[in-house]
């Protein structure tokens, strides 16, 4: 079978779904590979370097998915995209079904097969086809680089023969794969991190990576955020409104927040109040990685860096994992290939397509003219 990745259309993204090395790993279970031209330029990959590889370069999206049998792309689809979507072929892409039904009717009807990466399952089997988790790590530590770069001072602390600087203090509230790595980078650039999620369990993770947890005096329930599966729940009116007067007594100290927190099927919850931004002293910076949610932060403008009355830098960028487009790809492609591997089981380039297991059947939201989403409850954790 033909595996291709055409180039991405949505304005602004830089990545793309095949590398040259994902490429050879492909050939080896039995792919011969095809990409439109230019497709991975913006994150580096010259047509060259793919055909150096063995991968046929062709000059339209037409032709791209004319060819190939299975499509791998990041985005999800356009509408003229799953125009040219047929029985007999799959794609595979971030699709986030639940906001996007026009779309999954769309894919249903063109009578292919759908593989949503959003929806792997978070087991721990299916972790190396976790993108989610991929691009969530690089949406922490570039949020980190991000803050660095429109801050005004070091992270670390030094004694200099020009005086004394204090390290920075940053303060990131949610501590799930984005938050975790944020913290690592964080305590690594040498700043005083802090760090605050509504699920206690998450506690020891925060102090292993150098941060100290914020700890809210709740009486027996220490932290609220009673949990589904490792997602966080709502927090109930008293648990918020301590949440927010420990961030109140925090705010003035704090050089840099960055917001992670999500609840799933959720709007993002609003946790760095304006009052707080206030709070802050000019020059310090709020990077919202929620904005794309409706933000954590009440500032927060998606795509926008703005500054408010009294200084303060509030980003919303939605585009951070295509902000570091070489390593989003390079670890988008890997999670790709490893979907392939499991659903090429002969290595023989013949996609079989089970949907007892777990992995596969919690991701395909599309299927013999069916909809398939949302899936059963996996049975394996
Ligand atoms: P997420 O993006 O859904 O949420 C980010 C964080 O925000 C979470 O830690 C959540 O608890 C926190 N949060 C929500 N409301 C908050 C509030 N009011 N105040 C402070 N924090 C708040 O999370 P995620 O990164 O997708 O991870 C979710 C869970 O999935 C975690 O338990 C993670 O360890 C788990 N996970 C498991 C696997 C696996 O394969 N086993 C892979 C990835 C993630």
């Known amino acids: ?72 792309k990041v985005r999800p689809p356009e509408a003229a995209e799953v125009d040219r979507l047929e029985p007999g072929k799959t794609l595979i892409s971030f699709f986030y079904p639940a906001q996007n039904k026009e779309l999954l009717e769309q894919a249903r009807s063109s009578g292919a097969t759908v593989i949503a990466m959003d929806m792997v399952p978070r087991i721990s089997r299916a972790q190396k086809m976790d993108a989610l988790s991929s691009m969530a790590n690089i949406a922490g530590y570039r949020a980190v680089i991000e803050a660095g770069n429109n801050f005004g001072r070091f992270f670390t602390g030094q004694v200099t023969a020009a005086g004394k ?105 609003k946790l760095w109040l304006a009052d707080m931004v206030t709070a802050m002293k000019p020059g310090s910076v709020v990077i919202d990685l929620a904005a794309e949610r409706g933000g954590n932060c009440d500032l927060t403008v998606p795509d926008e860096r703005i500054v408010s009355d009294n200084g303060v830098i509030v980003i919303g960028y939605t585009d951070f994992p295509s ?45 013999d003219g069916a909809i398939t989403y949302p899936p059963p409850p996996p049975k394996v954790q």
Do not use: W
């Open 1 to 72: 079978m033909k595996f291709g990745s055409p180039r991405e259309t949505a304005p602004g993204e830089l990545r793309v779904a095949l590398t040259p090395e994902a490429a050879l790993q492909l050939q080896k279970l039995g792919y011969e590979c095809v990409i439109e031209t230019g497709a991975g330029k913006a994150a580096g990959f010259s047509d060259e370097a793919y055909r150096g590889v063995g991968v046929t370069v062709v000059d339209s999206a037409a032709l791209l998915y004319k060819t190939s049998d299975v499509i791998a």
């Open 323 to 367: 902000r570091m487009a070489t390593q989003a790809s390079t670890l988008y492609a890997t999670n790709i290939r490893h979907m392939l591997a499991d659903l090429t089981p002969g290595k023989d380039g013949v996609i079989v397509h089970n949907m007892d297991d777990d992995v596969i059947r919690g991701a395909t939201v599309t299927k």
């Open 165 to 269: 600087v204090p390290p920075a203090k940053v303060l990131v509230i949610g501590a799930g794969v984005a938050g975790l790595a944020a913290i690592g980078t964080a305590t690594s650039l040498g700043a005083i991190t802090y760090a605050f999620d509504v699920r206690p369990e998450v506690a020891e993770q925060i102090e292993s990576m150098g941060a100290e947890f914020v700890f809210l005096d709740f009486g027996e329930e220490q932290q609220d955020g009673a949990a589904t599966g490792g997602y966080a729940a709502p927090s109930s009116p008293e648990f918020r409104e301590k949440q927010l007067a420990k961030f109140r007594e925090l705010a003035p100290q704090i050089d840099i927040v960055i917001t992670t927190a999500l609840i799933p099927g959720r709007d993002a919850p």
